[in-house]
């Protein structure tokens, strides 16, 4: 089993940045890939970035691209997404999920979530 615990959410001004944690615990010499997704209300969960464990790769959406930065910290178990330039669209929950699969993205394990909210 794998603990994923997201941090840092908030409330900001568009154009404001803020940066996301996601504490990995349990059985994290498992984790392939450390994922993030938002939620926004009234739609479907969606792929935000990913990161490596084992690499130094990093996958981003389009609509993400030169706004959000991804970084881990492996000997902490941690992963940062630093999200620049903010704009309200990207209000949402957003969700670390890890993948523990060396062939594929199964994002078998989730945290539960952090609010952030972008004021126009």
């Known amino acids: 089993q794998v603990q994923l615990v997201e941090s840092g959410g908030g409330l900001v001004q568009a154009g404001g940045s803020l940066r996301l944690s996601c504490a990995l615990s349990?059985?994290?010499?498992?984790?392939?890939?450390v994922g993030w997704f938002r939620q926004a209300p009234g739609q479907e969960r969606a792929f935000v970035a990913a990161?490596?464990?084992?690499?130094?790769?990093?996958y981003y959406e389009d609509f993400v691209q030169d706004r959000f930065i991804l970084s881990r910290d492996n000997a902490k178990n941690m992963v940062y997404l630093q999200m620049n330039s903010l704009k309200p669209e990207d209000t949402a929950v957003y969700y670390c999920?890890?993948?523990?699969?060396?062939?594929?993205?199964?994002?078998?394990?989730w945290g539960k979530g952090t609010q952030v909210t972008v004021s126009s």
């Open positions: 999920a890890a993948n523990t699969d060396a062939e594929s993205w199964v994002w078998e394990y």
């Open positions: 349990g059985r994290t010499f498992s984790v392939f890939t």
């Open positions: 990161i490596s464990f084992t690499s130094p790769s990093t």
